[in-house]
């Protein structure tokens, strides 16, 4: 017997071929490595039963004074606050209708609602809710059109609703999407609701993808005939959001579009909505109202507003303008000598996309450039420098911070700073770069999993408009795993027991929770696995032989009581040749206890020139990590 410990280096690399990345991964999936060792990631289950209108963009998790878990789940449709599973709508309000404005219009039969209100400003998607208004006469009731409905845009003075049965909007949600009961309209529907009906319109909605000519991309510069400028509107690109606290209080924004302020301490979540930053008592006529994003500097106490309109000009936005409120204060944005407010421009690129706090500045970035921004003191406040050039980032979204450390996905390439900025190298970048929907690519979401050192990024694949897939970098050990999950903003572990992430189905996750995926019910198994590349012995002249398998395997923390993993071993005689012999064997768990046993060894019959092992798991219940196995291999001539 020759046996032959199968050792490999951590981390998956796909940018060498198979046959020269001997002693490596080649593929996975749901997979990370700890200690050099692949194992299968944790499983997730829902947080509650109760769901948001989808996709979700952005999380935020924070603590109040009185001990309160919140979390800000900013969504296509809506800005909620989600205490203990829980949904309560604070989607600020745009507009409120003067008595009379709003008529309704039903047809015999019909569940179509038209609503007739001169310049409403709503596109479609956008929701109202109605108060005021009389019965049409039938089956159309009061009750039935003194609710929230989403609005479908017939021109600009005109659009329809669907009647339902009284419900909320909340009570109807399935999968994040909305499913009414409908009531249809009968002959006696002939009137006009009165003449006491208030519209309450919140803001509009954002789109779910990026559209061609309406992303980051496309902000004021350039668009039009050359040199040209046009407005954005907060319902012409894809819903992003900026979210950051100031004190217990949130501040938050559309991006490239209002900036919103919520009490909590004082706010019913029930009832009471966020507010336009301009609408607080005391606010000075210089406050921003449109922003790329908002964030509080947490060292100084500072609002920052990046990509914002300038204190002379309210309203139009500039795509390179940041500007700064006093020191502790919500609504002193208009620069005196007595305070510390004042406004900063960056001098490289089109726009900020995003900014990003670390613990002694913030980082800026542009689409082409990054820049440290710096608390300086008065009379300066702020500094400004250019740190990098020739950058580029995925999206707003694309980035995270960890300690000093700051990580992100280029348009290419992978980067980190840390002082400097150094492009990662990355053994899975042609894969990832070859098979990224550069259409979407803004979705991009980066995410934080500090319990294990890791930072993912989900991004959409080729064939994708969602993010479907990810790529997970240990920053620790430096290694590199791929796989497959939809997932569209996340939350790291803190205030949470777990980090938490969204999916378009329309609830949010526990992950690293159980071994099972929770999105079904009851869970079903998640699929990992682990693939090598090719190995042979010496050149590969001759053809090996294997004939047993040791498996050397842990299943701890399984709650199967058999837990179980297969291992396959597959030969081929040349680097471009079909696989043409292949054996599994179902390796399982037997005892846990004076220690962890399970299959001893595994009998096979296989020849090659070269041979690869494939360990994988689809049983509920269950988590793995592989060792070091062992094989019986021999050369069996060249022929």
Not at 630 to 639: E, F, I, L, S, T
């Given at each position: 017997?020759?046996?032959?410990?199968?050792?490999?280096?951590?981390?998956?690399?796909?940018?060498?071929?198979?046959?020269?990345?001997?002693?490596?991964?080649?593929?996975?999936?749901?997979?990370?490595?700890?200690?050099?060792?692949?194992?299968?990631?944790?499983?997730?289950?829902?947080?509650?039963?109760?769901?948001?209108?989808?996709?979700?963009?952005?999380?935020?998790?924070?603590?109040?004074?009185?001990?309160?878990?919140?979390?800000?789940?900013?969504?296509?449709?809506?800005?909620?606050?989600?205490?203990?599973?829980?949904?309560?709508?604070?989607?600020?309000?745009?507009?409120?209708?003067?008595?009379?404005?709003?008529?309704?219009?039903?047809?015999?039969?019909?569940?179509?609602?038209?609503?007739?209100?001169?310049?409403?400003?709503?596109?479609?998607?956008?929701?109202?809710?109605?108060?005021?208004?009389?019965?049409?006469?039938?089956?159309?009731?009061?009750?039935?059109?003194?609710?929230?409905?989403?609005?479908?845009?017939?021109?600009?003075?005109?659009?329809?609703?669907?009647?339902?049965?009284?419900?909320?909007?909340?009570?109807?949600?399935?999968?994040?999407?909305?499913?009414?009961?409908?009531?249809?309209?009968?002959?006696?529907?002939?009137?006009?609701?009165?003449?006491?009906?208030?519209?309450?319109?919140?803001?509009?909605?954002?789109?779910?993808?990026?559209?061609?000519?309406?992303?980051?991309?496309?902000?004021?510069?350039?668009?039009?005939?050359?040199?040209?400028?046009?407005?954005?509107?907060?319902?012409?690109?894809?819903?992003?959001?900026?979210?950051?606290?100031?004190?217990?209080?949130?501040?938050?924004?559309?991006?490239?579009?209002?900036?919103?302020?919520?009490?909590?301490?004082?706010?019913?979540?029930?009832?009471?909505?966020?507010?336009?930053?301009?609408?607080?008592?005391?606010?000075?006529?210089?406050?921003?109202?449109?922003?790329?994003?908002?964030?509080?500097?947490?060292?100084?106490?500072?609002?920052?507003?990046?990509?914002?309109?300038?204190?002379?000009?309210?309203?139009?936005?500039?795509?390179?303008?940041?500007?700064?409120?006093?020191?502790?204060?919500?609504?002193?944005?208009?620069?005196?000598?007595?305070?510390?407010?004042?406004?900063?421009?960056?001098?490289?690129?089109?726009?900020?996309?995003?900014?990003?706090?670390?613990?002694?500045?913030?980082?800026?970035?542009?689409?082409?450039?990054?820049?440290?921004?710096?608390?300086?003191?008065?009379?300066?406040?702020?500094?400004?420098?250019?740190?990098?050039?020739?950058?580029?980032?995925?999206?707003?979204?694309?980035?995270?911070?960890?300690?000093?450390?700051?990580?992100?996905?280029?348009?290419?390439?992978?980067?980190?700073?840390?002082?400097?900025?150094?492009?990662?190298?990355?053994?899975?970048?042609?894969?990832?770069?070859?098979?990224?929907?550069?259409?979407?690519?803004?979705?991009?979401?980066?995410?934080?999993?500090?319990?294990?050192?890791?930072?993912?990024?989900?991004?959409?694949?080729?064939?994708?408009?969602?993010?479907?897939?990810?790529?997970?970098?240990?920053?620790?050990?430096?290694?590199?795993?791929?796989?497959?999950?939809?997932?569209?903003?996340?939350?790291?572990?803190?205030?949470?027991?777990?980090?938490?992430?969204?999916?378009?189905?329309?609830?949010?996750?526990?992950?690293?929770?159980?071994?099972?995926?929770?999105?079904?019910?009851?869970?079903?198994?998640?699929?990992?696995?682990?693939?090598?590349?090719?190995?042979?012995?010496?050149?590969?002249?001759?053809?090996?032989?294997?004939?047993?398998?040791?498996?050397?395997?842990?299943?701890?923390?399984?709650?199967?009581?058999?837990?179980?993993?297969?291992?396959?071993?597959?030969?081929?005689?040349?680097?471009?040749?079909?696989?043409?012999?292949?054996?599994?064997?179902?390796?399982?768990?037997?005892?846990?206890?004076?220690?962890?046993?399970f299959t001893e060894q595994t009998f096979v019959r296989l020849r090659g020139r070269s041979f690869a092992l494939k360990v994988e798991s689809n049983a509920t219940d269950t988590q793995w990590r592989l060792g070091t196995p062992?094989?019986?291999?021999?050369?069996?001539?060249?022929?």
């Open positions: 017997m020759a046996l032959s410990k199968l050792q490999f280096r951590p981390g998956v690399n796909k940018e060498n071929t198979s046959y020269s990345n001997e002693g490596g991964w080649s593929d996975s999936d749901k997979i990370r490595f700890r200690f050099g060792f692949p194992e299968k990631i944790g499983g997730w289950t829902r947080q509650s039963d109760f769901s948001f209108l989808a996709p979700c963009r952005a999380l935020h998790a924070y603590v109040t004074l009185q001990g309160s878990l919140l979390l800000a789940v900013g969504t296509r449709f809506k800005f909620y606050i989600n205490e203990g599973g829980f949904y309560y709508d604070i989607t600020p309000i745009r507009l409120v209708t003067s008595a009379g404005d709003v008529t309704f219009s039903a047809s015999n039969t019909s569940s179509t609602i038209t609503v007739t209100e001169t310049s409403h400003g709503a596109a479609t998607g956008d929701f109202v809710t109605f108060s005021g208004a009389a019965s049409l006469g039938g089956v159309i009731t009061a009750a039935i059109l003194n609710q929230e409905y989403q609005i479908t845009v017939v021109d600009e003075n005109s659009y329809t609703i669907q009647a339902r049965t009284v419900s909320t909007i909340a009570s109807i949600t399935d999968d994040g999407v909305l499913n009414p009961t409908l009531v249809a309209a009968n002959g006696s529907d002939t009137g006009n609701g009165g003449s006491s009906v208030v519209g309450t319109y919140q803001i509009n909605t954002g789109l779910g993808v990026v559209v061609t000519g309406t992303g980051w991309g496309s902000g004021v510069w350039g668009r039009g005939t050359w040199g040209s400028s046009a407005p954005l509107t907060t319902n012409n690109n894809v819903r992003l959001w900026g979210i950051d606290n100031f004190g217990e209080d949130l501040l938050f924004n559309v991006r490239d579009g209002g900036i919103f302020y919520w009490n909590t301490g004082t706010s019913d979540y029930v009832v009471d909505r966020a507010v336009a930053l301009k609408d607080l008592a005391g606010a000075d006529a210089g406050t921003p109202t449109i922003a790329k994003q908002v964030i509080v500097s947490d060292n100084d106490r500072h609002v920052i507003a990046f990509g914002c309109d300038a204190q002379n000009s309210i309203g139009t936005q500039d795509p390179l303008l940041i500007r700064f409120s006093s020191q502790e204060s919500l609504t002193t944005w208009d620069a005196q000598v007595t305070n510390t407010a004042g406004d900063l421009r960056v001098g490289s690129g089109s726009e900020i996309i995003v900014a990003v706090e670390t613990r002694n500045q913030i980082l800026v970035f542009t689409d082409i450039s990054l820049h440290s921004m710096q608390f300086l003191g008065p009379p300066f406040t702020f500094g400004l420098s250019q740190v990098a050039e020739n950058i580029t980032i995925a999206g707003p979204s694309a980035v995270t911070a960890v300690d000093d450390k700051v990580f992100w996905m280029g348009v290419g390439d992978f980067y980190i700073y840390t002082g400097q900025t150094q492009k990662l190298p990355c053994p899975v970048r042609a894969y990832i770069f070859d098979d990224i929907n550069a259409g979407q690519i803004e979705l991009t979401t980066c995410a934080l999993n500090s319990t294990f050192s890791e930072v993912w990024w989900f991004y959409p694949s080729a064939n994708s408009n969602e993010n479907n897939r990810y790529v997970i970098f240990n920053y620790l050990e430096n290694t590199w795993a791929v796989g497959a999950l939809t997932r569209t903003a996340w939350q790291d572990r803190g205030l949470f027991n777990a980090p938490i992430a969204a999916s378009t189905d329309g609830y949010l996750y526990n992950h690293e929770t159980g071994q099972n995926d929770g999105s079904t019910n009851p869970p079903s198994a998640i699929t990992s696995y682990i693939e090598s590349s090719q190995m042979s012995i010496g050149a590969g002249e001759d053809f090996v032989f294997l004939s047993k398998l040791i498996p050397d395997v842990t299943f701890e923390n399984s709650v199967s009581n058999a837990p179980s993993a297969t291992f396959t071993l597959q030969a081929r005689n040349f680097p471009g040749g079909a696989y043409l012999q292949s054996n599994n064997s179902n390796v399982v768990q037997t005892a846990t206890t004076p220690v962890e046993q062992r094989v019986d291999v021999r050369p069996d001539g060249r022929r």
